[in-house]
């Protein structure tokens, strides 16, 4: 059983995967921090927790974290068109019974990695403010974090912001940068592979269609999502990226990964959040990343499917 700590901004994929975490057998889903990136962060914290408790889960404690980029203002444009105003459009989720907790994610971050005897495995889906905030303030943390899951970046392929930068990195670049040169163990699953695990008009009306109530929520989540990226991006086809650094808790061969340099451009207006990875060592400098290279489509479909029909089986002592 793995101990994870999810750092998002919901979000629909970012509500995927948290429910995912929920029913996964070998995940304890200690916390979830919530950060602005999608929408505000007033938002995201309660799209967090509006889900979880939709969701049948009451007892996992929410926090809420940095407001805005460490050092831009939030870029609000494509997050509002992607997910909707208030970061979760589509199907109506009511309010949340539970509220987030009083501490600052940063403070929960820093005392709870500080505290654990066990190393923590840290997954992080939306901007990095939260997780780089919490290395400046304690850089002991690095040490009690097991593996570092981002989802963020594009290699190989396109960004989905500008044609360099993906969302997450290009929204607070300042702060993956912090966190790319920290030593910690990373593994980045960037749109190189999220791109390729995309759920089809088919598989959506499947989970539409099922008793199950969270089943039938994703795939009305997976409508409204679709949907945007056809009318933003030209394309009938949906990503659910943040749900494969999950998914790769849950079996780790779902997806391969390659270690390389790879760091954050800052200056550049151009390529501003660009993940630059030396593919072929040609700079020489150490590899500190661990980027994802392929992604078995199947099985994470089938993974989707299969874990939204669970109920949930809280692990909280
Ligand atoms: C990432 O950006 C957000 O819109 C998604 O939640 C995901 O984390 C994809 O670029
Ligand atoms: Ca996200």
Same mark, same amino acid.
């Not at 408790?53 to 407001?67: E, L, M, Q, R, T």
């Not at 989540?221 to 009318?231: D, R, S, W």
């Given at each position: 059983? =793995?101990?994870v700590?999810?750092?998002c901004? $919901?979000?629909?994929?970012? !509500?995927? /995967? #948290?429910?995912?975490?929920? %029913?996964?057998?070998?995940i304890?889903?200690?916390?979830?921090?919530?950060?602005?990136?999608?929408?505000?962060?007033?938002?995201?914290?309660?799209?967090?927790?509006?889900?979880?408790?939709y969701?049948?889960?009451?007892d996992?404690?929410?926090?809420?974290?940095?407001?805005?980029p460490?050092?831009?203002?939030?870029y609000r444009?494509?997050?509002?068109?992607?997910?909707?105003e208030?970061?979760?459009?589509?199907?109506?989720?009511?309010a949340?019974?539970?509220?987030?907790?009083?501490?600052?994610?940063?403070?929960?971050?820093?005392?709870?990695l500080?505290?654990s005897?066990? =190393?923590?495995?840290?997954?992080?889906?939306? $901007?990095?403010?939260?997780? !780089?905030? /919490? #290395?400046?303030?304690?850089? %002991?943390?690095?040490?009690k974090?097991?593996?570092?899951?981002?989802?963020?970046?594009?290699?190989?392929?396109?960004?989905?912001?500008?044609s360099?930068?993906e969302?997450?990195?290009?929204?607070?670049?300042?702060?993956?940068?912090?966190?790319?040169?920290?030593?910690?163990e990373?593994?980045?699953n960037?749109?190189?592979?999220?791109?390729k695990?995309?759920?089809?008009?088919?598989?959506?009306?499947?989970?539409?269609?099922?008793?199950?109530?969270?089943?039938?929520?994703?795939?009305e989540l997976?409508?409204?999502?679709?949907?945007t990226h056809?009318?933003?991006?030209?394309?009938?086809?949906c990503p659910?990226?943040?749900?494969?650094?999950?998914?790769?808790?849950?079996?780790?061969?779902?997806l391969?990964?390659?270690?390389?340099?790879?760091?954050?451009?800052?200056?550049?207006?151009?390529?501003?959040?660009?993940t630059?990875?030396?593919?072929?060592?040609?700079?020489?400098?150490?590899?500190?990343?661990y980027?994802?290279?392929?992604?078995?489509?199947?099985k994470?479909?089938?993974?989707?499917?299969?874990?939204?029909?669970?109920?949930?089986?809280?692990?909280?002592?």
């Amino acid at each position: 059983m =793995k101990k994870v700590i999810l750092d998002c901004d $919901p979000g629909h994929d970012d !509500a995927i /995967a #948290m429910l995912l975490a929920t %029913r996964a057998d070998n995940i304890d889903l200690i916390g979830v921090t919530t950060v602005a990136g999608n929408s505000e962060l007033h938002h995201t914290v309660n799209n967090a927790l509006r889900v979880l408790n939709y969701a049948d889960v009451y007892d996992i404690p929410v926090y809420a974290g940095c407001s805005k980029p460490m050092m831009r203002d939030l870029y609000r444009l494509t997050g509002a068109v992607i997910h909707g105003e208030d970061g979760l459009g589509g199907p109506e989720i009511p309010a949340p019974t539970q509220k987030p907790e009083e501490k600052h994610a940063v403070d929960y971050l820093v005392d709870t990695l500080m505290e654990s005897e066990e =190393k923590i495995t840290l997954v992080a889906v939306g $901007p990095l403010t939260n997780v !780089a905030m /919490a #290395m400046i303030k304690e850089p %002991r943390i690095k040490d009690k974090i097991d593996k570092l899951i981002i989802m963020g970046g594009a290699i190989i392929e396109p960004g989905n912001i500008t044609s360099a930068a993906e969302f997450n990195i290009y929204v607070d670049p300042e702060a993956a940068k912090v966190v790319f040169n920290s030593g910690v163990e990373i593994y980045l699953n960037t749109l190189d592979v999220t791109m390729k695990a995309v759920f089809l008009e088919k598989d959506i009306n499947e989970m539409v269609k099922s008793d199950n109530k969270i089943s039938k929520i994703v795939g009305e989540l997976l409508i409204f999502f679709a949907g945007t990226h056809v009318e933003h991006f030209g394309f009938l086809a949906c990503p659910i990226h943040d749900a494969l650094c999950i998914g790769q808790i849950i079996d780790p061969t779902l997806l391969s990964h390659k270690k390389v340099f790879c760091d954050v451009s800052l200056h550049d207006e151009l390529t501003l959040g660009e993940t630059v990875a030396d593919l072929w060592n040609i700079t020489g400098k150490e590899p500190n990343i661990y980027m994802a290279t392929d992604v078995d489509v199947d099985k994470f479909k089938t993974m989707i499917k299969t874990h939204m029909e669970k109920p949930y089986i809280s692990k909280q002592i």
